[in-house]
C-alpha cells in the first residue's frame, strides 16, 4: 500500500494563480487521509472522497512533505492507471 503524488505542476493544468499543484492520492483512504493529516492537508480538500478518483490538490512545498514521509512520485499517467485500477477493482 501507497501514497503517490504526480507531476501535474509540470503542466499547464497544475498552475492555480501563482501556485503549481499536484494531486496526491493512494492506494486507500485511510493512507490518504493519513498523508493529509501528517503534511498538514485540511480535509475539506480532499476531492472525490470514496470514490476511485479521490485525492487531494496539494501545492509543491506540501508534495515535498509527502515524498519526505514516504509519498512515491509518479506520472500524470501512472495516475491515471491508478485511478483505472481502483474502478476496475483491482485495489481490492
Not at 472525490?48 to 490538490?57: K, L, M, N, Q, V
Amino acid at each position: 500500500m501507497a501514497v503517490y503524488v504526480d507531476d501535474m505542476h509540470l503542466t499547464p493544468i497544475g498552475q492555480f494563480g501563482r501556485m503549481k499543484m499536484c494531486h496526491m492520492t493512494a492506494d486507500t483512504e485511510e493512507e490518504l487521509n493519513a498523508m493529509a493529516d501528517k503534511i498538514g492537508v485540511a480535509r475539506k480538500w480532499h476531492q472525490y472522497p470514496g470514490t476511485p478518483r479521490s485525492h487531494y490538490d496539494i501545492a509543491m512545498s506540501k508534495r515535498s512533505l509527502a515524498i519526505e514521509y514516504g509519498a512515491k512520485e509518479i506520472t500524470m499517467r501512472e495516475t491515471a492507471l491508478l485511478v483505472r485500477a481502483k474502478r476496475n477493482g483491482a485495489m481490492a
